[in-house]
C-alpha cells in the first residue's frame, strides 16, 4: 500500500484558496488519490478522487501530475467552516481496504 | 441524501464485558467497513466485509473481534472481551463497489472503564 505523507497543519485567512499537497511516491498503476474531510466527532467525509491529471467538482480540485507520485487538493476561498482535518487516500479503490494516514489539520483564521 | 447509521453513539462499558456496534449501511451498498480512531490520532482501517465473508483484515483486528452482517441490513462489530485501550471512535463505512468512494457513518464512541 502506498504510504502518504502530508504536512501536519496549516494555517489560512478566511477568503484565500488553499493548497494541501500529500505525496505518495510508491504509488501503483491501480491506485487512485482520494481525500476526504474530518470535523471533530464526525465521520470522514468524501470530497474528492481522481486518478490523473485534474478533477475539479463543487467543493475543490485535485491537481495530479504525469507521474502520480504526488497531488494537490485545492479548495477555493475557505471559510471558517473549512477548519477540519484533511486526509489523503491512496489504494485500489476496487479493493478492500484503504489506509488514512495522519492527515493535515487546516485552521481557517478569520 | 442517504447515509450510514450507527447506533448507539456512545457506550461505556466495563473492561472485560462484550459489546457491540451497529451500524446500517447504504442500502444498495456492498462493501463495508469498521474504523477505529482512538483520541486525537489517526483513523485506523479495521476489518473489510464483502459477500458475507471478511476481505481483508488489519493487525488490530484479532480474536477479540469480529463482524456480522445477521440480516441482510445492519453490519456489526463484536468486541468480545473489552479493554482499556479499546476505547475510541469506531466508525463505520459502506461503499456501492466500482470505483465509487466510501460513505462513513457518524461513528460510536466506546469508552472502556
Known amino acids: 500500500l502506498a504510504k502518504t505523507t502530508q504536512p501536519i497543519s496549516m494555517d489560512s485567512y478566511e477568503g484565500q484558496e488553499v493548497n494541501i499537497t500529500c505525496s505518495h511516491n510508491?504509488?501503483?498503476?491501480?491506485?487512485?488519490i482520494t481525500w476526504y474531510q474530518q470535523f471533530p466527532s464526525q465521520g470522514p467525509r468524501f470530497i474528492i478522487q481522481?486518478?490523473?491529471t485534474k478533477v475539479t467538482n463543487e467543493v475543490a480540485s485535485l491537481f495530479i501530475p504525469a507521474d502520480r507520485k504526488s497531488s494537490t487538493l485545492s479548495l477555493p476561498r475557505v471559510s471558517l467552516s473549512d477548519t477540519a482535518v484533511y486526509y489523503c487516500?491512496?489504494?485500489?479503490?476496487?479493493?478492500?481496504?484503504?489506509?488514512f494516514g495522519t492527515g493535515t489539520s487546516l485552521t481557517v483564521i478569520p | 441524501e442517504p447515509e450510514v447509521t450507527q447506533t448507539p453513539s456512545h457506550q461505556v462499558t466495563q473492561m472485560g464485558q462484550e459489546v457491540i456496534l451497529r451500524c446500517v449501511p447504504i442500502?444498495?451498498?456492498?462493501?463495508f467497513y469498521w474504523y477505529r480512531q482512538i483520541l486525537g490520532q489517526k483513523v485506523e482501517f479495521l476489518v473489510s466485509?464483502?459477500?458475507?465473508?471478511?476481505?481483508?483484515k488489519s493487525e488490530i483486528f484479532d480474536d477479540q473481534f469480529s463482524v456480522e452482517r445477521p440480516d441482510g441490513s445492519n453490519f456489526t462489530l463484536k468486541i468480545r472481551s473489552t479493554k482499556l485501550e479499546d476505547s475510541a471512535m469506531y466508525f463505520c463505512?459502506?461503499?456501492?463497489?466500482?470505483?465509487?468512494?466510501?460513505?462513513f457513518g457518524q461513528g460510536t464512541r466506546l469508552t472502556v472503564v
Open positions: 466485509f464483502y459477500n458475507n465473508e471478511i476481505s481483508e
Open positions: 463505512a459502506s461503499r456501492q463497489g466500482g470505483n465509487t468512494e466510501a460513505f
Open positions: 481522481g486518478y490523473k
Open positions: 442500502s444498495n451498498h456492498l462493501y
Open positions: 510508491n504509488i501503483a498503476t491501480n491506485d487512485y
Open positions: 487516500l491512496v489504494g485500489d479503490i476496487t479493493g478492500n481496504q484503504f489506509y
